[in-house]
């Protein structure tokens, strides 16, 4: 496999169509590719994500995290791996994760567009009762800045009427509850004001937001960081926007 005979970069987007696992620049692991970033070289000579596995020019693979990013800035992997010295950010790490929230909310607004979300309280709670439709919740979608009261009577539902599982074509799955973006980065995605609570329908569109949520999970979740999360409770306090979640009663 291309991963164990050329460690350190690939041979570029066309050639890694058939690859599954890449070595790690950070810790020398072999990891699947899902579990990794890809980084290139800009014209511009500055190292770059490349989120979506297509951009030109050979690349350097660093595990999902945070920390891991941080730690190749740090270390200077990446002037090794490319084998000369180049422009690397040391706002890399953060940046990086600013493209995964870029990435998240487009897919969301993607699948808005496609009809595969509803967003406000009671129409989340009239999605998660409708148990068994067409239009099946596929997760449920909170603020990380939310009103806990809402949060709780909304996941209360969602135990309650599918014992946190639901049936897909093929099988089941469990529902997961999203909490990785703020309420403006929802709005950003919506397309609306005070969005705080979102359900995510059945569909193609909602797959790719699925994954992508994952990938920013894991990206936060690595480094201990709990603040956001898929089937996890914020850390932080909600008392800061206890006077939004009846903003979004509509």
Same mark, same amino acid.
């Given at each position: 496999?291309?991963?164990?005979?050329?460690?350190?970069?690939?041979?570029?987007?066309?050639?890694?169509?058939?690859?599954?696992?890449?070595?790690?620049?950070?810790? =020398?692991?072999? %990891?699947?590719?899902?579990?990794?970033?890809?980084?290139?070289?800009?014209?511009?000579?500055?190292?770059?994500?490349?989120?979506?596995?297509?951009?030109?020019?050979?690349?350097?693979?660093?595990?999902?995290?945070?920390?891991?990013?941080?730690?190749?800035? %740090?270390?200077?992997?990446?002037?090794?791996?490319?084998?000369?010295?180049? %422009?690397?950010?040391?706002?890399?790490?953060?940046?990086?994760?600013?493209?995964?929230?870029?990435?998240?909310?487009?897919?969301?607004?993607?699948?808005?567009?496609?009809?595969?979300?509803?967003?406000?309280?009671?129409?989340?709670?009239?999605?998660?009762?409708?148990?068994?439709?067409?239009?099946?919740?596929?997760?449920?979608?909170?603020?990380?800045?939310?009103?806990?009261?809402?949060?709780?009577?909304?996941?209360?539902?969602?135990?309650?009427?599918?014992?946190?599982?639901?049936?897909?074509?093929?099988?089941?799955?469990?529902?997961?509850?999203?909490?990785?973006?703020?309420?403006?980065?929802?709005?950003?995605? &919506?397309?609306?004001?005070?969005?705080?609570?979102?359900?995510?329908?059945?569909?193609?569109?909602?797959?790719?937001?699925?994954? =992508?949520?994952?990938? &920013?999970?894991?990206? =936060?979740?690595?480094?201990?960081?709990?603040?956001?999360?898929?089937?996890?409770?914020?850390?932080?306090?909600?008392?800061?926007?206890?006077?939004?979640?009846?903003?979004? &009663?509509?």
């Amino acid at each position: 496999m291309l991963a164990a005979v050329d460690p350190e970069l690939d041979l570029g987007p066309r050639t890694e169509k058939s690859a599954t696992r890449r070595m790690c620049a950070v810790s =020398r692991e072999v %990891r699947p590719i899902e579990e990794l970033i890809r980084f290139v070289v800009a014209p511009t000579g500055e190292v770059i994500a490349d989120l979506k596995r297509k951009l030109p020019g050979r690349g350097l693979w660093v595990t999902a995290s945070r920390q891991a990013v941080a730690e190749a800035v %740090r270390r200077h992997h990446f002037s090794r791996g490319f084998k000369r010295d180049l %422009r690397v950010s040391p706002s890399l790490a953060a940046d990086t994760e600013a493209l995964l929230v870029r990435s998240t909310t487009d897919a969301l607004g993607v699948a808005a567009k496609a009809g595969q979300v509803v967003a406000g309280f009671s129409k989340v709670e009239a999605a998660l009762k409708q148990r068994g439709s067409r239009n099946t919740v596929q997760a449920l979608i909170h603020a990380s800045d939310g009103a806990e009261d809402g949060i709780r009577k909304l996941d209360a539902l969602l135990g309650q009427n599918s014992g946190q599982n639901i049936e897909i074509p093929g099988g089941s799955m469990q529902i997961p509850v999203i909490t990785v973006l703020t309420s403006a980065e929802l709005d950003l995605a &919506l397309t609306r004001s005070n969005v705080i609570h979102a359900a995510l329908l059945a569909g193609p569109a909602s797959k790719t937001f699925l994954s =992508r949520s994952q990938t &920013l999970v894991r990206y =936060r979740m690595a480094d201990a960081d709990k603040t956001a999360g898929i089937g996890a409770r914020n850390s932080k306090p909600h008392s800061t926007s206890l006077s939004r979640d009846g903003d979004d &009663l509509q």
